[in-house]
């Protein structure tokens, strides 16, 4: 499965997001790291379309999840005139946290630089 192709899987309501992971996305005993981050991000931007650029990213990889069937939840944690701060989380079966994206959206500010 190709990575556009697992990004397409991305279903979203309300904040609460399905994709499905081939084995293939597979690093050992955990679906690789940056595939969980660009599914996070990805459902991210889905509540924010349109919106303003990825400015900052941190991940956190707490705990190995397994391929197929991945839930995610996204929560806006704070939306300003400019600047929206969001999380991400990649959730296991028992609904305990896998992987968290922390994420920071900006509109362009001007520079004398």
Known sequence: MRYHQV??????NDGRCVADIH???MQGRTVFGGLQVALAVRAMRGMLDP????RSLQATFV?????GRVEL???VLRRGKSVTHMQGCLLLSDGSVACTVI?????????SF
């Open 63 to 67: 705990a190995p999840i397994a391929g």
């Open 51 to 54: 919106g303003p650029p990825l």
């Open 7 to 12: 990004l397409e899987t991305l279903r979203c």
């Open 73 to 75: 939840q996204v929560d």
């Open 23 to 25: 084995d293939d996305w």
């Open 103 to 111: 994420a920071i959206f900006g509109a362009a500010r001007e520079s």
